[in-house]
């Protein structure tokens, strides 16, 4: 199913400390996630992406958790810089369905 | 050199207008969409063409139509605008709905 934000969440990190974004998928039968970042005025960046057969992913400050037991998504940005505030979007996939689903989003604000 | 590329950026129409949105993508992807993004940033999937044929149909009203003259191009006409019509609108691509997904800069539409 799709989520419905009433709202969009805020975290707000000191620049220099980790972040940790959650997202909660709605498809058992989710397959390929993905991790988007949205600067204001732009489309959605790709960031990082992991299979279902994967539990977790590195890339360059970025790290992707997955928990397909509980359905869960996270990612970590390491030492979070003023540049890495945007809104974060997990999206969900089931190869060969075409559909991709997106959460909510999340806002990240990094303090200076 | 841009890989999905949607114009107008921004437009600003009356009620009741018609009015259209295009899109290009030079990444030689099978698979574009629509997606529509509120003022909640909740992004939304509207239609996914595939190799010109029309493979998602979300519960759209049918003052939307997509068009798709080749696999490079998707288009969205909107007839008879309403006020609920203005957000983001953003154009994507991916190979055979797998992988990543691939954002244009998106086209503001306010409807006044």
């Known amino acids: 199913g799709e989520s419905v934000g009433l709202h969009l969440p805020t975290l707000s990190v000191q620049e220099g400390d980790n972040s940790i974004i959650n997202c909660a998928y709605s498809n058992s039968a989710s397959d390929y996630f993905i991790w988007y970042k949205q600067e204001s005025g732009k489309g959605p960046q790709f960031i990082i992406d992991i299979r279902s057969n994967m539990d977790k992913r590195q890339g360059q400050r970025v790290t992707v958790l997955l928990n397909k037991t509980v359905k869960h998504l996270s990612l970590q940005i390491a030492a979070t810089q003023p540049g890495d505030s945007a809104v974060y979007f997990c999206?969900?996939?089931?190869?060969?369905?075409?559909?991709?689903?997106f959460g909510t989003g999340t806002r990240l604000k990094v303090l200076a | 050199d841009t890989a999905v590329s949607q114009t107008p950026k921004y437009l600003v129409t009356q009620m009741g207008n018609d009015k259209s949105i295009k899109c290009e993508q030079n990444l030689g992807h099978d698979t574009m969409y629509w997606y529509k993004q509120d003022s909640k940033k909740f992004l939304k999937i509207m239609f996914s063409y595939n190799n010109k044929e029309l493979i998602i149909n979300e519960t759209v009203p049918n003052r939307f139509s997509p068009k798709s003259p080749d696999k490079a191009h998707l288009n969205l006409h909107i007839n008879s605008l309403e006020l609920g019509d203005s957000a983001v609108y953003f154009c994507?691509?991916?190979?055979?709905?797998?992988?990543?997904?691939?954002f244009g800069e998106g086209s503001r539409l306010t409807v006044l």
């Open positions: 994507a691509s991916s190979q055979s709905g797998t992988g990543e997904l691939f």
């Open positions: 999206a969900e996939n089931i190869q060969g369905t075409y559909k991709y689903i």
